[in-house]
């Protein structure tokens, strides 16, 4: 078994994640809250790059497109939308 060790701990957001989305290309995780915000961090130093609060519903899932310029969200009220 490999030993694994504690990199980075995101801070912002009070409630559940409901989805997780990581862009490679760019460095940056996005995260869904269960009170309809997804979060976005950059990963190389943990802070906040945006966070988007226009979501109706819970972020049901995530997915940053192939070069991580947009990020698209689906809700649990059947939107979907593309930041």
Request: glycine share 10%; aromatic share 8%.
């Amino acid at each position: 078994m490999r030993n694994h060790i504690h990199v980075l701990t995101l801070e912002g957001k009070k409630h559940e994640a409901t989805s997780l989305a990581w862009s490679v290309k760019k460095g940056l995780l996005a995260a869904g809250s269960a009170e309809g915000s997804v979060h976005v961090w950059q990963i190389s130093d943990g802070q906040v790059y945006c966070v988007y609060q226009d979501l109706r519903g819970r972020p049901l899932s995530l997915a940053f497109n192939a070069n991580g310029e947009r990020l698209g969200a689906a809700s649990s009220e059947g939107e979907m939308r593309v930041w």
